[in-house]
């Protein structure tokens, strides 16, 4: 431990403890800019610079270590200055669009500026030419607004290792940019949106589809379909200050109708559906020796590119079974269209997602218009759906709880727990427990595959089998899991797992890369929380115990891996080159 | 033939790659030597270097941005620094600058399309008793007149094969 005086209050850390740590434990809020949470510390912007007795210069406090009996001083008028030049200088090179930037509002630097009394430019503007990147669909890379903290290239290159964006040049030409300067789309972009999720300015935000939908709405001959994922529901309410966590399912549900939309469906009833039939597959390669194991689960987007690019050896591995907002999608162009004697070409699927990288999978191959239309038209991010039901003068706050609409609205326990990384592999060991033995489960919450933790394993009895899993989520941590996969393949050994889940954004999709800003890991606990309360809340805890998935299959698809289900439900994958150019 | 010409650019690169195998800080070696053959890092070449050495493109690039010495653009068979250095500057160089942009229609960090020119405008060449300053490869011309301009490219212009 070590023991030292910050501002005159004692305080006693572990070694090794930052001076911006040591301080938050006194209750002194440091400002910061660069230093996220989830990132370590560049150093990048200087706004957190402290005063130590003894030593002429200034540190910053997010990456000097705390030693014993130093004595801190955070705030003098000599600091504060400081403070506001430094911040005035980032000003000098960012434009001052505030009113009409993605980020109003909600821009961390903006609020620097308003705490700190900026009210002139006292340095002359230098702003860079560079042209907005629109090119991947998913997020929009604005350099010009760029502070250069650093932080989505740590998250890219470290948190992710996709590797897409660097940071390119130095001094005042230093620019974010893929290697080379060529577009994001042709770069290894995954679509994760972690940095957009990062980004304290509006240098990187999801590509704003919002119009697109009100014109659906407004459009008589639309008839407009409505699906939310499941880690919506326990972010929304962040944007308009409910408490964290907060399962907003209800009020969602009343909020959509009155926008306009026709039916509101929820994306956990596709998740039900992707449970039977991944279970099934894992049936047919665990028990029946039938395909590669281990099954790798496939419902997130930017975990299925990243395989495309960086994996594409793990092909075989994949569970072809499509992603659950895909199968509400088709589902609701096909079986429900035609149960409400619907012309599908007039169906407009809505989908809202906490994620980026589901406005690419709605395109990303033929299989996403298995209906013979697009089966989802557009998909919007939890952000999104925010500012619309503010414009739409809803006060969400106050709303009333409604149901979803009959029958892919009714969802499980197990579908809902999707939103949360080792949420997929939990529902699906539910449902193969009872596949493989006739049997039920005595205690259904598999407590090893929950948490934080970047890479969870677990063996789990079934019947007369054991059944090793592996959970990764953050791209980083796929590397240790599939690495023992590959190692085990070369020498021709048994797998190491049977079955495994991955999800691109760390915490799964609670923490996805198009939910409300501010994400820390004490915020996806909560999220996470959220779902997990949802899903006790529950009577049904099995997804294929769904009677509505049941009578799906019984009217419409048939068996699960059956020649239906597979035209609709599934999809194949090929590898794709990192670089197109 | 293309194939062959494809095979031996991949073998160049190993074998650059491949003295600095393993060395700390081996990259900006190797770039070094990269650029020393090719005059420049083609990027075909760095998305080969990414593979031998397993760097992601985004370091390499990162490093290659970071220093002016490392080029990405081939450079042409003449290249040509106009001195805008204070001497220079105040004695006319803006003006020479100009006239050799409107003989080789091309700017500033550009090459002609026949690769025989490229013009870069820099600082100071460290001949400020000659201003206004021209280097073209490594032959400076001192004092020059914004009319012997056309002269002094004609000379190269006579080189083109």
Same mark, same amino acid.
């Given at each position: ?76 008028? !000599? ?8 911040? #005035? ?5 960012? &434009?001052?669009?505030? @009113? ?10 903006? =609020? ?22 629109? %090119? ?32 390119? #040049? ?29 980004? &304290?300015?509006?240098?990187?935000? !999801?590509?704003? !589809? ?16 409505? #699906? ?14 409910? &408490? ?95 149960? =409400? ?29 298995? %209906? ?84 969870? #394993? ?30 085990? =393949? ?32 004490? @915020? ?20 294929? !115990?769904?009677?509505?998935?049941? =009578?799906?299959?019984?009217?419409? @698809? ?9 035209? @609709? ?13 | ?13 190993? *074998? ?11 990259? +900006? ?34 490093? +290659? ?15 040509? *620094?106009?001195?805008?250095?204070? *001497? ?32 870069? *405008? ?17 032959? +400076? ?21």
């Amino acid at each position: 431990m070590v023991k030292a005086r910050i501002n005159g209050i004692t305080v006693k850390v572990p070694e090794g403890t930052t001076i911006l740590d040591a301080a938050h434990k006194v209750q002194i809020k440091i400002p910061t800019l660069c230093k996220h949470p989830d990132l370590r510390a560049t150093g990048a912007c200087g706004v957190c610079i402290v005063k130590i007795k003894g030593s002429q210069k200034m540190v910053r406090a997010c990456c000097t270590p705390l030693e014993e009996n130093m004595e801190i001083t955070t705030h003098d008028p !000599e600091i504060v200055a400081v403070r506001r030049s430094v911040i #005035e200088l980032i000003l000098s090179r960012h &434009p001052n669009e505030c @009113l009409t930037c993605g980020r109003n509002q909600n821009c961390e630097l903006q =609020k620097l500026a308003s705490d700190f009394g900026v009210r002139r430019e006292s340095f002359p503007q230098y702003l860079p030419d560079i042209k907005p990147d629109t %090119s991947t669909g998913t997020i929009v890379l604005e350099p010009r607004k760029c502070i250069s903290c650093g932080r989505c290239i740590t998250v890219c290159q470290e948190m992710q290792n996709v590797w897409a964006l660097s940071m390119l #040049e130095r001094g005042i030409d230093t620019r974010i940019s893929p290697a080379g300067d060529i577009s994001l789309a042709d770069s290894p972009c995954v679509n994760c949106g972690q940095c957009s999720a990062h980004c &304290p300015t509006g240098a990187i935000f !999801e590509n704003d !589809e919002t119009a697109k939908v009100w014109q659906a709405l407004q459009d008589e001959n639309k008839y407009c379909i409505v #699906e939310i994922a499941p880690a919506v529901r326990v972010a929304i309410g962040e944007a308009f200050g409910l &408490p964290l966590g907060q399962n907003c399912t209800g009020k969602l549900y009343t909020a959509l109708r009155r926008m306009g939309f026709e039916a509101v469906f929820d994306t956990n009833f596709g998740a039900d559906v992707t449970i039977v039939e991944e279970a099934h597959e894992f049936v047919e390669r665990f028990v029946h020796k039938k395909g590669a194991l281990p099954l790798i689960t496939s419902c997130c987007p930017a975990w299925v590119d990243f395989m495309e690019k960086f994996y594409p050896d793990m092909i075989e591995h994949f569970s072809s079974c499509k992603s659950p907002h895909q199968i509400v999608g088709v589902l609701s162009k096909t079986y429900y269209a035609r149960k =409400k004697r619907l012309d599908p070409a007039n169906a407009y699927v809505v989908s809202v997602m906490p994620c980026t990288a589901k406005k690419y999978e709605i395109k990303r191959s033929g299989e996403m218009f298995a %209906s013979g239309h697009q089966d989802i038209d557009v998909s919007i991010t939890t952000r999104e759906l925010g500012r619309m039901i503010k414009q739409a003068g809803i006060d969400f706050a106050s709303l009333p709880d409604e149901e979803s609409d009959h029958i892919l609205g009714e969802y499980s326990g197990a579908g809902t727990i999707f939103g949360v990384t080792g949420g997929v592999m939990e529902a699906a060991l539910r449902t193969a427990y009872d596949y493989i033995t006739g049997g039920k489960l005595k205690n259904i919450d598999f407590e090893n595959v929950r948490g934080l933790a970047g890479v969870k #394993e677990g063996a789990v009895p079934v019947g007369s089998h054991t059944v090793k899993v592996a959970v990764a989520h953050g791209l980083r941590n796929v590397e240790a899991v599939l690495s023992k996969v590959r190692l085990a =393949k070369a020498r021709g050994e048994e797998p190491p797992y049977h079955f495994i889940e991955v999800m691109a954004c760390p915490g799964g999709c609670v923490g996805g890369g198009g939910q409300p800003y501010g994400v820390t890991d004490e @915020l996806r606990v909560k999220r996470g929380k959220g779902l997990y309360k949802d899903d006790e809340a529950h009577t049904m805890r099995y997804s294929h !115990e769904n009677p509505w998935v049941k =009578k799906v299959y019984q009217d419409f @698809l048939g068996e699960p891996l059956g020649t239906k289900a597979k035209e @609709l439900l599934h999809a194949a994958y090929k590898a794709r080159p990192e670089y197109k150019k | 033939m293309e194939s062959t010409k494809e095979m031996s650019v991949k073998d160049q690169v190993k *074998a650059i790659a491949g003295q600095w195998r393993d060395r700390e800080g081996n990259l +900006i070696m190797i770039l070094h030597q990269i650029q020393g053959k090719f005059g420049y890092v083609p990027r075909e070449v760095a998305l080969l270097l990414s593979r031998e050495l397993d760097v992601p493109l985004a370091t390499i690039y990162e490093v +290659i941005t970071f220093y002016n010495y490392f080029k990405l653009e081939k450079p042409g068979k003449y290249n040509i *620094a106009v001195c805008m250095g204070t *001497a220079c500057y105040l004695k006319g160089a803006s003006q020479i600058l100009d006239a050799v942009k409107d003989l080789l229609n091309i700017d500033e960090g550009e090459t002609t399309p026949d690769g025989m020119f490229r013009l870069d *405008a820099v600082r100071c060449l460290g001949c400020c008793g000659l201003a206004p300053v021209i280097m073209i490869n490594d032959r +400076i011309y001192g004092k020059v007149k914004k009319e012997q301009v056309m002269e002094i490219l004609a000379a190269y212009k006579k080189n083109k094969e």
